[in-house]
Nanobody, 114 residues
């Protein structure tokens, strides 16, 4: 399984970005798809998830601003990030759980400036 994340970049506070994560396998076979992030000097933290049953979950810090979704036809998971804050800066990683095995992609850097 290979996961390729993209869409990161430099954005001003209040702006938006959409991250994408392409799965090399059929994403509809995954039980869970998640986004995590790691800020400089901090531990990796959960951001959002969507299950195979389309149940979503969000960290309190991003509720109402971020939206996770998936497109099975493109084997892609998205993270739409709106009203970005300085605290959203970090490397964002996608994660897929398939047959109880967790797979990680290489991260994409999001930098929010004031």
């Amino acid at each position: 399984v290979q996961l390729q994340a993209s869409g990161g970049g430099l954005v001003q506070a209040g702006g938006s970005l959409r991250l994408s994560c392409v799965d090399s396998e059929d994403i509809s076979s995954a039980e869970l798809m998640r986004w995590y992030r790691q800020a400089p000097g901090k531990q990796r933290e959960f951001v959002a998830s969507v299950s195979s049953g389309a149940i979503t979950s969000y960290a309190d810090s991003v509720k109402g601003r971020f939206t996770i979704s998936s497109d099975n036809s493109k084997n892609t998971v998205y993270l739409q990030m709106n009203n970005l804050k300085l605290a959203d800066t970090g490397v964002y990683y996608c994660n897929v759980v398939r047959r109880l095995v967790s797979y990680w992609g290489r991260g994409t850097l999001v930098t929010v400036s004031s």
